[in-house]
């Protein structure tokens, strides 16, 4: 089944591919000016707690682009969703646009929480004590959002 494209989508699309892109560029330009060992680790707390080389700070950005074309790719197979209700011939547009924004969404944060931790790890600043915190909520109150939109659809 394809599900079609909305302007949300268009728009968490751009906002993730702006955000990636972004970043390759911000590395580029100042990547004479990123000190030689980095953060390589954040506790908790947003402190560092292990250094690590230069080159280290490209694995963030990498990971961000592998989970944002993973994600991708799975929101065009709704089919391989694992939906928690049941989908039936009326419900299943309905059920798989919740879905596919709530991947959408999810998207966009992480992409932009994975940049943070480079921008920070190039600065040498530690994170903010607010960083954790405020992620998971990002995240698992996404989660939450989405699946009481889904229950509410039986």
Not at 27 to 32: A, D, G, P, Q, R
Not at 44 to 60: F, H, P, Q, V, Y
């Amino acid at each position: 089944m394809r599900i079609k494209r909305t302007v949300y989508d268009i728009v968490v699309n751009v906002l993730c591919i702006g955000m990636l892109l972004g970043v390759i560029i911000y590395l580029f330009i100042n990547w004479s000016n990123i000190p030689d060992n980095l953060a390589g680790h954040y506790n908790a707390a947003g402190n560092i707690d292990r250094w690590g080389s230069k080159g280290e700070i490209l694995i963030t950005p990498i990971i961000a682009w592998i989970m944002y074309i993973g994600l991708t790719i799975i929101e065009r197979f709704p089919q391989i969703w694992n939906t928690g209700i049941k989908v039936t011939e009326s419900n299943k547009e309905k059920v798989y646009r919740i879905l596919k924004n709530l991947l959408g969404t999810l998207k966009v944060y992480l992409v932009f929480i994975f940049l943070f931790i480079t921008v920070y790890q190039s600065i040498l600043l530690p994170l903010p004590t607010w960083f954790l915190p405020v992620s998971l909520i990002l995240v698992f109150g996404t989660l939450l959002f989405f699946i009481v939109k889904l229950v509410k659809i039986k």
